[in-house]
């Protein structure tokens, strides 16, 4: 029986090959999960590891553009008091003293905001690398 097999095999080798080789590619094809260079972190990464590695960047920059609106209303307070003063007008004690702790609360609610993203951010990273991570 196995020198029928060899027989037949040999007689259609270039068929056999083709098969074996496409066989191989399936399991390759099927197996391995496709890694490119992350521009973020420069490792092999995963597309599911690339999209955290995308979306931690994605909730920095909104982190950051938050903070930028919160320093541009900080900046309109003490120009408008600032104006007042140039008019020659009279500054409320009260006003002043409470847009001055308005602005320490835009700060520290700002950083606090800032250190729960990137907290999150890091975990949702440690997350997608233990769970998506090495497959081979």
Known sequence: MFEKIKEVIRHNLGLTWGGVLAILLAIMLIG??????SPISNTMVTEKQLAIEVSGVNSEVELAKEKLVKLGMARDKIANVAIILA???TLNPLLFVTSLLSLIGIGAVADN???????????NLFKGVSSGGDTE
Do not use: F, L, S, Y
């Open 87 to 89: 008019e020659g007008g």
């Open 113 to 123: 905001r800032t250190k729960d993203k990137i907290i999150k951010t890091q975990a």
């Open 32 to 37: 391995c999960e496709m890694e490119v260079m």
